[in-house]
């Protein structure tokens, strides 16, 4: 006995096959939809790590040429510092040859009895220079600093050289003090030195010269 199903049944059967067939089908452009969209952001990234890696490359090039282009500047800054120095030196051996230079100094000591305001050098009773003193000039000479007063040509023979000072004594008093010295020019360059010192002992400010050899 041959049994056959109801035309109904086998319309029913063949859809259902048909069902459970189509999401395993369609999932498949699905799949490629979505493994194209991991290559698009794989791409998206790598080009994002390579820009970044390029600035990197791009600031590192910047930064070696701002370091050359600094090293640069410094040297030739010292190049300058250098030529002006010479012909500073240059300058001077031209307007005071050594057979006429004559140069005057000072220095002082401590400088905790003597305030300094202003100095005024004479050469043969005749007015040469006159400098009045900054808190910073001050400050310079009480570390140790050495200060050239003047230099001009002297010819050869005696002469006497005279530094007055004038400023605040002790107990804040007004003080002027004048200094002397005579020397003999020669055909060398001549140099003076007028120097301020604290006199603890006495409690007052002390004044020396010295010629230099």
Request: glycine letters at 6%; charged letters at 25%; a negative charge.
């Amino acid at each position: 006995m041959t049994f056959s199903w109801p035309m109904k049944y086998i319309s029913l059967i063949t859809l259902l096959l048909f069902c459970l067939h189509t999401p395993v089908s369609a999932q498949e452009p699905v799949d490629e939809a979505a493994e194209i969209a991991v290559d698009e952001s794989l791409e998206e990234t790598s080009g994002i790590a390579a820009d970044e890696s390029s600035d990197e490359n791009l600031l590192e090039e910047t930064e070696l040429e701002e370091s050359s282009l600094d090293a640069e500047i410094e040297a030739l800054k010292k190049e300058v510092l250098s030529l002006n120095r010479d012909l500073f030196i240059l300058e001077e051996d031209l307007l005071f040859p050594p057979n006429t230079q004559f140069s005057v100094f000072l220095s002082m000591d401590s400088g905790a009895l003597f305030s300094l305001d202003s100095v005024q050098l004479k050469i043969n009773d005749k007015n040469i220079a006159n400098h009045l003193y900054t808190e910073r000039e001050l400050a310079a000479l009480k570390r140790g600093g050495v200060q050239r007063l003047y230099i001009g040509n002297l010819p050869s023979g005696e002469h006497e050289i005279v530094a007055i000072f004038t400023g605040v004594g002790p107990s804040g008093r007004d003080y002027r003090r004048g200094e002397s010295v005579v020397i003999e020019k020669t055909t060398e360059p001549q140099f003076v030195e007028f120097m301020i010192a604290d006199d603890t002992g006495k409690e007052q400010p002390q004044f020396d010269v010295r010629v230099w050899e």
